[in-house]
Each structure stands twice: as C-alpha cells, then as structure tokens.
C-alpha cells in the first residue's frame, strides 16, 4: 500500500516542482560578493584585479554611452573615487577609474576625483585617465574651500556636482555606517543631484545586504558588476548588469544575467 502510494504521489510532486518559476538572477550578500570576487581572481578562474577592473569599467562606459544615446547627451562626466577599507579584496574605485578612462578615451570630457590616496593599480588606472585627457582632482574639499573663501557645505559641494551631466558613484562595496570626512561631505552632496547620480554596484550609504538602510540619498541609476548586492533588489530606479567575467558553468550555481552576444551589459526589468 506505501509503495503505490509513494508511485502516485511523486509524479505530483514533481509536477508542482516544475511549475515553480525558476530564479531569473541571482543577488548575493556582501559576504558572497567579496568572496566571488576573491574566488575570481583565484588559482580556480585565474583573473588579475587589472583584468576585472577593465571588463566591468568597460560595462560602466558603455552604459553610459547608452545613456547619453537614449537621453540628454552627457558631455561632462565626473567620477567620485573612494576607497574600500574593511579587508575589502576589491575595490570600486577600480571599476570607476577604468569606465572613467573607456569615456575619456572616446572625447567625453571626463573629471575624477580622488578621495584617498592611491594603491598600485589605482595608480596606474589614474595614470592613464590622466594621459587620455581627464582631469584630476585631490583634497578636492580643501581646493572649493580654498577657491570660494567659505565653509564647505552639502550645498556648495552639490552647485559644483549639478554642472556635470553625470555624477558616477564609485565609492565603496562595503557598508558604511558611519561615514566621515569626505565621503559624508559626498553623500550628502548626491541628495541634492540624485537625479543625476550612477552609483556601481552600491550607492555610498546604502547597506550590502538591507539597501537604504539609513535612509540616505537615492540615484537615478545603478549599474551592478558580476552580480547584484541584494542591497538593491528593491532599488526602483533604471538598474542594468554588466563585467561579464562570471563563468555560465560556475562553482557557485549563481544565476547570471541573459546577456545578448554582443552586449557588453543588461538592463534588468521591474
């Protein structure tokens, strides 16, 4: 009687297995994100950290591209570089000086700034922007002050932010809870210029795993490498994919995106 029971009852369950949808894409948490990055450039894959700053800064230009195509032309672009801290085994900024250097290279005027000092391949990432024609710029809260003979504020701060046509939001991977100075002077700036604002991979202030956690500012657009934070599953704005260096057969049973061949990123649909 078990058995025959157990005949008919498996045919139903495997019929109500497969009517499940199946996931469309994979959000990881900060934890799984650094060690996908760890695992990339790895014995196992093999990449160097030069490698996947390229791949996904190149993603980054080309949407922006795409951007500039669909929309108001974006001639001035500036790019905000900050530094991961917290044991981080890659950093944004990576990906922001390599997309920085992909659009100077195509004669968009280009501005960087740099917020802290420089390792080795940031270095040479700035290095290079600078060779295509980007501009510069360090202790960039001191030079304002400097120039204009006031007190920095989120205001002043956000005037010179709104004379580009798009700020990019390359500051950090990792939560930060309590920023300080100069990123704090930065997100509050990005409240006031939202609307123009990229963010990769996470917006400065949000929280890898819980989003806007602290209720900070909120971009216009937000662009994921390799795989998106489940920070912003719940993001609202126009959300694409792209650095398209996860294997499709991968160690991890991750869900990658439905890329086109010849697309270099992935726009993700509500």
């Not at 001035?76 to 900024?93: M, W």
């Not at 990906?95 to 501005?111: I, N, P, T, W």
Request: proline share 5%.
């Amino acid at each position: 009687m078990l058995i025959f029971f157990l005949t008919f009852l498996n045919p139903l369950l495997a019929q109500d297995q497969a009517s499940l949808p199946a996931p469309t894409l994979s959000y990881l948490r900060g934890t799984e994100f650094q060690h996908l990055m760890e695992s990339l450039i790895g014995k196992q894959y093999g990449y160097t950290k030069a490698q996947l700053a390229e791949m996904g800064g190149q993603s980054v230009a080309e949407y922006i591209l795409y951007l500039s195509r669909i929309d108001v032309p974006l001639k001035r672009v500036i790019f905000i570089i900050g530094q991961d801290f917290s044991g981080s085994s890659y950093q944004n900024g990576y990906f922001g000086l390599a997309a920085a250097r992909y659009l100077a290279q195509r004669k968009v005027e280009v501005d960087v700034v740099l917020l802290y000092p420089n390792d080795p391949l940031r270095s040479r990432l700035a290095m290079q922007c600078k060779s295509h024609s980007a501009t510069l710029h360090f202790d960039i809260l001191q030079n304002l002050q400097e120039q204009l003979n006031v007190q920095m504020t989120k205001n002043i701060l956000a005037n010179w932010l709104n004379d580009y046509d798009l700020v990019v939001d390359a500051i950090s991977l990792t939560s930060i809870e309590q920023p300080k100075t100069p990123v704090r002077e930065f997100m509050h700036a990005f409240s006031e210029v939202s609307k123009k604002v990229l963010a990769i991979n996470l917006p400065v202030g949000w929280h890898t795993d819980n989003g806007n956690l602290y209720n900070v500012y909120v971009p216009q657009f937000v662009i994921s490498l390799g795989l998106p934070l489940k920070g912003i599953k719940e993001f609202e704005g126009q959300h694409a994919i792209g650095g398209r260096y996860i294997p499709q057969t991968n160690t991890f049973n991750y869900v990658l995106p439905k890329y086109k061949i010849e697309d270099s990123f992935h726009l993700l649909q509500k």
